[in-house]
RNA sequence: CGGAGUAUGGCGCAGCCUGGUAGCGCGCUGGUUUUGGGUACCAGAGGUCGCAGGUUCGAAUCCUGCUACUCCGACCA
């Protein structure tokens, strides 16, 4: 993209409401726009980054097995009736009227509705296990939304319902769903620990949520750092074992993590006092195993291996897509602005014309951006006739992980500089071995 | 919902107390200049001062009502 051609409106100050630093940076990329209280428009960058990650959410989804389908924002109020949660829900869920007065809902998340759909078409235990998932947007119509797009009140959620013929079967959805969901926030850059959790609204017995460790985030957390150190890397897993799956859960949640809904201080306390460490933390998803809470009162059986008519097991999994946003920035960003993880950054190079009007410098910076696109790599060209200065700073502000910098000077020499933006390292190089870096960095990141 | 605020050009703000018909910085447009980390100067454009009513010769300014947004608290992916 040639910034000439762009949308991207930046701004010099943010506007004052703005009080986290993922907010202020957003609205200075010229990534949001808010149009209500907790209601976001996505301009060209900001929207460009969502469906990065929501790419990566439906990747690593689908690599485990999970078939994805899409629900309806709005949702028929006797479906929640018969659950009995359009009573218990409460002034958070936005209640709406048509003109034929009948009652809809715009959803906070879809247990009901996949429930109908399950029990509408599943009927026997050779249909399972089956896992169904969307990514859609909600509403909730939270008191008080702040803190820009991690609690707005309209979101995007990638919600995920397992069902199963039993408790069995079910824990090792919950398992695999815990395995897929540590990858998920692997390629995006973040350290997201999971954390035994409260139900909540849900309900439900087994939960984690994952928590990014963030100074702004909402959850006091109590854990052993060491479990900060855990990867996942390039490791195969065989998602159909129960037990290869359990074993890797095992691994990232034996060490203590939890957040102050279910801190164990006596437990704590046997964490070594070198490891022991009290933070704050985003929660960026959260899973959970609720049994027959839906499937009993809504009618979802299926027949077992014995002939019997048995209520499925299920659970419930959800990742706030839009929310991780505001999560990654917060935890990746400096006073200059964003730095984008390689695997959610909206372009993948930039490159800055020192000199635009120069020959030598733009037909530079048109090979490059050629080359560039000729190994899948996008860039982001900065071709307008700004200086140096406001360039580097729109770049730095919009947070490219690499910047290519192209100027007369260098050309003379033959080189040009690649720039890291985490690390504000250069070095100068061919324009060709350039390219190569850039294509070998993002290998790694698929 | 309880408490506290704010609403003036795209963004940040002043003006309001002590009514006299709107101003500053950034951004934007044109020009000159400059050109390796937000260049300097000149000339411009852009605002029914959130909405409605009231007081007054006259309201951004005073009064009343409403709406929106924000902050602290309870709630939450």
Redesign the pocket.
Known sequence: MRLSRYFL????????????VS?RLML?AGMIR?Q????YSWLPLGYRVLRRIEAIVHEEQERVGHIPLLMPTLQPADLWRESGRYDAY?A?MLRVRDRHKRDLLYGP?NEEMITDIFRAHVGSYRDLPLTLYHIQW?F?D??????G?????E???KDGYNFDVDKAAALHAYNRHMVSYLRTYERMGLTAIPMRA?S???GGDDTH?FLVLAQTG??EVFYDDRVTALKLGARAVDHDDPAAVKAVCEEFTSLYARTDETHDEAAFAQVPQAHRKVGRGI????IFYFGTKYSEPMGAVVVNDQGERVPVHMGSH??????LLGAIIEASHDE??IIWPEGVTPYHAGI?N????DGA?DAACEGLYAALAAKGLSALYDDR?????????????IGLPW?L????????AGV??L?CRRT?E?EEMSPEAAVDRLAQIYAAHP
């Open positions: 409106p930046v701004l010099k100050e943010p506007p004052s409401d703005a009080q986290i907010h200075r808010q209500a209280a907790g209601i409460g958070e998340t909600k909730r939270e008191i008080r939304p702040r803190f797009v991690m609690r707005g009140r979101f995007l959620m409260d909540g609204p849900i949520e909402e959850s929660e960026v998803g959260q959800g990742i706030g897509v839009s929310r200059r602005g800055v020192l000199k635009q009007g410098a006739g700004e200086r140096a200065g406001a360039k580097f700073a729109t770049m730095d502000l910047r910098t192209v100027g007369p000077r260098g050309l003379a040009v500089e720039t504000g250069s």
